[in-house]
């Protein structure tokens, strides 16, 4: 069950807003005492980390991200600008390590940014993995490794239309490019990944 607090900081609004969400009905949830209390499945599905701004459209940021001539955006709106380049699923692999030698993923985050980038720090225990599917994949890969929607779950499962993932994805069999990683890195690290995502930025890469 999470708090108020946790689930404002998971959708990046105010914990004022989380209320009216739920006084409205749009987000269950069940009043212990003087506290609400929210089921992890009930805002899983729900947007998450979506800071304002308006962003790219799922097509023109992958292009973006995949031209070498863009410029370094500002890295503290850089989560912001891409946030659409694919969707997003927060879920729980119990599994977890066999499931993301899954040939269909490509591994971002922390994890690519640690290969390609070897001043940046391996990913935390509690952070998230993030990883790229295509769509047409996505359902059969749930169900093949049981994964369930949680909002703390531990994998960040991010899903691209099929002719979109073949076009940035078909460098590396395992690794999403660097600058997806940058991204990832400062969505879903926030402040510590800025200095990783700039570093990454700069970097082609070298499929694996």
């Known amino acids: 069950m999470l708090s108020v607090l946790e689930v404002s900081e998971l959708l990046n609004v105010s914990s004022r807003r989380v209320r009216a ?3 409205d ?3 269950p949830a069940q009043l212990i005492g ?3 209390a929210i089921r992890n499945e009930d805002i899983a599905l729900l947007p998450q980390n979506r800071p304002s701004g308006r962003p790219l459209t799922a097509v023109n940021a992958l292009n973006e ?3 070498t001539s863009t410029p370094l955006p500002d890295i503290a709106t850089m989560s912001s600008r891409y946030r659409q380049r694919a969707s997003s699923l927060r879920l729980n692999v119990t599994q977890l390590q066999e499931a993301v030698r899954d040939a269909q993923l490509r591994l971002g985050g922390w994890d690519a940014a640690a290969y390609f980038d070897n ?3 391996p990913r935390k225990l509690d952070d998230p993995v993030v990883a790229y599917i295509s769509h047409a994949h996505r359902d059969k890969w749930i169900e093949r490794h049981h994964a369930t929607p949680q909002a703390s779950g531990n994998l ?3 899903t691209v239309s099929a002719p979109q993932f073949e076009k940035a994805f078909s460098v590396s069999q395992f690794l999403a490019p660097p600058r997806l990683s ?3 890195v400062t969505e879903y690290g926030g402040e510590r990944g800025y200095a ?3 570093r990454l930025w700069k970097l082609k890469g070298v499929a694996p």
């Open 119 to 121: 001043k940046t720090l």
């Open 156 to 158: 960040v499962l991010l």
């Open 65 to 67: 991200l995949a031209s």
């Open 21 to 23: 969400l739920i006084a």
């Open 182 to 184: 940058a991204v990832d």
């Open 25 to 27: 009905g749009r987000i």
């Open 196 to 198: 990783s995502a700039k």
């Open 34 to 36: 003087k506290t609400w």
